[in-house]
């Protein structure tokens, strides 16, 4: 007795979504981190007003002079902001 048997595979499925890989899932959620963070920065009073005291052009030429080399302790950093309100 002979059998012969006529297979049709079934073809390979086009336009499938692919399966992200762990690098882009790792992009992806680089991207969301970002985007979170950027539009927390843009409600945050505090960063709005930093924004706007360093672009003024007096405040921006200070932290242009500003050098490297003064060490300051913790502890006069410290007072030094409780005295301006920090």
């Known amino acids: 007795m002979q059998i012969s048997t006529i297979a049709n595979p079934t073809p390979p499925v086009r336009n499938a979504p692919a ?3 762990a690098e882009s899932r790792r992009i992806s959620d680089d991207v969301a981190q ?3 963070t950027a539009m927390s920065a843009l409600t945050n009073d505090r960063f709005r007003i930093m924004l706007e005291q360093i672009s003024d ?3 921006s030429g200070a932290i242009m002079t500003m050098r490297g080399d003064n060490v300051v302790d913790f502890r006069s ?3 030094s902001y409780a005295d301006n309100g920090g």
Request: proline share 17%; charged share 10%.
């Open 19 to 21: 399966v992200p890989s």
């Open 34 to 36: 970002a985007r979170h």
């Open 57 to 59: 052009p007096v405040s």
């Open 77 to 79: 950093a410290q007072s």
